[in-house]
């Protein structure tokens, strides 16, 4: 449930409430908005039928909240979350482009593909140190080496960087790295993986699974945030279905269907959802159209010789043109793309 507190609360109202709903043995949540604080009340709600909290000082309203996801819906907050990372805003009208090739696979071609991005306009580079690939025989990612060449791309291009986490084990090394992580469809609902990085402070992109509902993506996206990190940041890359001429299908009415629902920000990638370069650009446009809040895009100076995912990379130059077109709808659209360039190395 949510307890509603009277506009204004005092420092003192506010933590009495939290105090109490721990005393009762629950978790309680804040979100302090623009308007109103509200306190979300995580547990098995029988317990608090019998305790009147609209008695409690300083609180207006307590609402059920019939969802299923609590934290990630738009009862607990109704305006949308703005997720920062190292000034660059993803969210609430700040659309987010992230770029980057696939993997990473070696410094001359990670930095020149950095490089490529950064004056295109991308504001967080992304690039795959540990890969979740179909085979085992397939690059499986360069690992922790792959991680201090992005770390060290994101430093030289001043750029927050991505990268995706596939294993609990693997987290506070990529944590040390990164400044953004990244949960793959397969690992959607992979619910130990998405517990333990409800435990650190670092914003979180979820992709949908390729045969997840939104609800069970906004589900995926509650488990992280009932560990703490509301730093959740969702991503459309499409589901599986019987069209077989793009990788994937792109469900484009999932971000205004998902931004109904929870107040998170959702992401638009179109490279895994379709697989192919000729129709990423219209997708891309496309999903900021529909709302989006930024887009993932691979991009390769050399596809042919990617490791990973080369046939659906666009060319620097490609990605460029994209970005600009971006740039203007978000223009109309009354969004901005903040740019990297205010970053203090
Ligand atoms: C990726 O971003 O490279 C990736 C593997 O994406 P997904 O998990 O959406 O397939
Ligand atoms: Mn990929």
Redesign the pocket.
């Known amino acids: 449930m949510i307890i509603v507190l009277k506009p204004q609360p005092t420092p003192d109202q506010i933590q009495h409430v939290l105090e109490r709903i721990e005393e009762l043995g629950f978790q309680p949540h804040l979100s302090q908005g623009v308007s109103r604080t509200i306190i979300g009340v995580i547990g098995d709600e029988r317990k608090l039928e019998a305790t009147p909290l609209q008695a409690i000082d300083g609180v207006e309203q307590v609402i059920p909240v019939l969802k299923p996801f609590k934290l990630a819906s738009r009862e607990f907050r109704p305006e949308p979350t703005v997720i920062e990372v190292k000034g660059v805003r993803i969210g609430g009208g700040h659309l987010g482009i992230i770029a980057g090739p ?1 993997a990473i696979e070696c410094e001359e071609s990670l930095f020149g593909i950095a490089e490529a991005v950064r004056n295109a306009g991308a504001n967080i580079l992304r690039g ?1 140190a540990f ?2 690939r179909t085979s085992p025989y397939s690059f499986q990612g360069m690992g922790e080496d792959g991680l201090k060449l992005l770390k060290a791309a994101g430093e030289r291009f001043s750029m927050p960087t991505i990268t ?1 986490v596939m294993d609990p084990r693997q987290l506070d090394l990529v944590c040390e790295y990164a400044d953004m992580l ?1 949960i ?3 690992n959607m609902q992979n619910f130990d993986l998405l517990k333990e990085v409800g435990r650190t402070d670092k914003p979180v992109m979820l ?1 949908r699974g390729m045969s997840a509902t939104v609800k069970d993506l906004l589900m995926s996206a509650e488990y992280i945030m009932s560990q703490g990190n509301h730093k959740v940041i969702l991503c459309e ?1 499409g589901v599986r279905s019987f069209e077989d001429s793009t990788r994937n299908m792109m469900d484009l009415s999932a971000i205004p269907n998902a931004q109904g629902q929870s107040h998170l920000p959702i992401i638009a ?1 179109p490279s ?1 959802a379709t697989g192919r370069p000729d129709l990423i650009p219209a997708m891309a446009r496309a999903s900021v159209a529909a709302g989006a809040d930024g887009v993932h895009i ?1 991009v390769h100076t050399c596809p042919e010789k990617a490791l990973s ?1 080369g046939p659906q990379a666009l060319l620097p130059d490609q990605f460029a043109a994209l970005v600009d077109d971006l740039r203007r709808l978000a223009d109309v659209l009354g969004r901005t793309v903040d740019s990297c360039e205010s970053l203090t190395v």
Do not use: W
């Open positions: 696939c795959g890969k979740p995706e990244q793959g469809a397969r992709k890359r990638d895994h691979e995912d």
